[in-house]
């Protein structure tokens, strides 16, 4: 019997996680598959650590992984219907450091600085022209 080993894949914008002998195994469409990697689960802490490549599929790029985290797209096993992302800590070990991937910080909205420099700026502008038309 061949020995599973736990491992990811980044298809289709999804993180998918699953023990098997080989990255080809998690795989439903190649033509979708960025990359993989091992993780490895510490359940003291609810926590998966990414890390490694995948011989079939070359290395998941941190910034893939994190987007799957931010977008909520992260899955044990094939079938997506319960995304892990709010129920644990994800991390990413670049075999430098490891590095959390916190949840994507969130909009500023309608208080976001640069929006609101550009909108007041046209406001004060046009404001301005007004009063050079009106005296």
Known sequence: MNQLFPKFIIESGCLVMMKVT???QIVKDK??????GWFYFDSSSKSYIFYGDS????????EDIKECVWNDKVFRNPPKNRSLAGHYKFYYDSGVEI????????SAGLFNIPFL???FG???HK????LKKAS
């Open 55 to 62: 011989e079939d599929f070359g290395k998941a790029t941190l």
């Open 99 to 106: 590095i959390e991937l916190k949840k994507k910080p969130a």
């Open 122 to 124: 046209k406001r004060i």
């Open 22 to 24: 080989y990255h080809s």
């Open 31 to 36: 033509a979708k598959v960025k990359g993989g």
């Open 127 to 130: 404001a301005g022209k007004d």
């Open 117 to 119: 420099t550009w909108l």
